[in-house]
């Protein structure tokens, strides 16, 4: 109902407008094998997505424009019995006001911002897998609005509906519960890339009635590039209140080896603040990556993260071959908390 309720306020725009448009389609065959010891199973995935751009207003440097992006997946898993499933549903469905200062999105989105690639105290809003260079991620339906400056900074706001807390009750009262909100503010220091976030929403338990996030990430590039992300969750409401921090600092560097060597580590720590103070101290994970271009179409990477509380290892190793219009994965795992390992190849195309 949510989705057909987008689509409607989407497609309402379009009268009246001369318009261009561009579609494109992405297809994804996913195949994996994964081995543990107390299963082992075969996965087929086919996944399908038509993305439809539409150009309905140009004036100069303003123009108004819409994307619309559906998700057809089919899936046939073997394990201890055979499971198939095919779903259609809405990937990206959004329309876009802007010209050189300002940006306006309201629609279904994708919201991701901070500096750190892997282990990520800012992924508030998606879920962006580090180790897949085609990595899905869930939208959010948000109002989100930009503002540009000269001096490359920026400021950002958006509203958020609620996924989760979606119901049929469209009431006024209702709805406004569904809503969440916040902001950042992204500033050059020095040379530095820096950036402050909040985000408030409401909770619905009898511990804590509201949740307000605080982020802060800097990178800065020297010798090494280097920078910092830490989020700062605060739970509070009916007379309890808690607090929990994260912080993850990283670092890379490419080696002039061959056709260049790029090698980068993250540091993940946490604390309970009312047990481990304000600051973070406690080791929680640990992640190193390494990529190497074997040539223009060939390219090799791996990734090892190490967790501290439960001293395991996660391994990841990948090839990629690209051509005109097929990109190719051979992709292995170790995973250490269920101790299972996996193959998988991946093709997709895009025309």
């Known amino acids: 109902m949510k989705n057909f309720i987008f689509i409607l306020i989407i497609?309402?725009?379009?009268?009246?407008?001369?318009?261009?448009?561009?579609?494109?389609?992405?297809?994804?065959?996913?195949?994996?094998?994964?081995?543990?010891?107390?299963?082992?199973?075969?996965?087929?995935e086919l996944n399908y997505q038509p993305d439809l751009s539409l150009y309905l207003w140009t004036k100069e440097s303003n123009k108004i424009d819409l994307q619309l992006v559906l998700q057809q997946q089919n899936s046939l898993v073997y394990a201890d019995e055979k499971k198939?499933?095919?779903?259609?549903?809405?990937?990206?469905?959004?329309?876009?006001?802007?010209?050189?200062?300002?940006?306006?999105?309201?629609?279904?989105?994708?919201?991701?911002?901070?500096?750190?690639?892997?282990?990520?105290?800012?992924?508030?809003?998606?879920?962006?897998?580090?180790?897949?260079?085609?990595?899905?991620?869930?939208?959010?339906?948000?109002?989100?609005?930009?503002?540009?400056?000269l001096n490359n900074s920026n400021v950002w706001g958006w509203i958020i509906l609620d996924d989760e807390e979606l119901s049929d009750d469209y009431s006024i009262k209702n709805f406004g519960k569904q809503l969440e909100y916040g902001g950042r503010w992204q500033y050059p220091i020095k040379g530095s890339e820096t950036a402050i976030s909040i985000h408030h929403k409401r909770l619905d338990n009898s511990v804590y009635s509201n949740e307000t996030k605080l982020g802060f990430d800097v990178r800065k590039e020297m010798v090494l590039g280097f920078w910092a992300e830490t989020s700062l969750s605060l739970y509070h409401g009916n007379h309890k209140s808690d607090y929990a921090s994260l912080l993850t600092a990283?670092?890379?560097?490419?080696?002039?080896?061959?056709?260049?060597?790029?090698?980068?580590?993250?540091?993940?720590?946490?604390?309970?603040?009312?047990?481990?103070?304000?600051?973070?101290?406690?080791?929680?994970?640990?992640?190193?990556?390494?990529?190497?271009?074997?040539?223009?179409?060939d390219s090799v990477q791996s990734l090892v993260a190490y967790d501290w509380s439960s001293e395991k290892y996660d391994i990841f190793l990948s090839y990629i071959r690209s051509y005109d219009?097929?990109?190719?994965?051979?992709?292995?795992y170790q995973n250490g908390q269920d101790d299972s390992k996996a193959i998988e190849l991946v093709l997709e195309t895009k025309f």
């Open 84 to 149: 198939g499933k095919i779903e259609l549903a809405l990937y990206r469905s959004l329309v876009r006001y802007s010209d050189i200062n300002y940006e306006y999105r309201v629609g279904l989105q994708q919201l991701n911002f901070g500096q750190a690639l892997i282990l990520r105290p800012l992924q508030w809003f998606d879920n962006i897998d580090p180790r897949k260079e085609n990595s899905e991620s869930d939208g959010v339906y948000a109002l989100l609005a930009k503002r540009y400056f």
């Open 250 to 297: 990283g670092a890379d560097y490419t080696i002039s080896l061959g056709n260049g060597i790029y090698l980068l580590t993250e540091n993940l720590f946490m604390s309970d603040i009312k047990d481990n103070g304000y600051l973070p101290g406690k080791a929680k994970s640990t992640a190193f990556q390494l990529r190497y271009p074997i040539s223009l179409f």
């Open 325 to 332: 219009h097929l990109t190719c994965y051979l992709n292995l």
């Open 11 to 44: 497609l309402s725009t379009l009268k009246g407008y001369s318009m261009s448009w561009d579609l494109t389609h992405k297809m994804t065959n996913n195949n994996s094998y994964t081995y543990s010891e107390s299963n082992d199973d075969f996965a087929f």
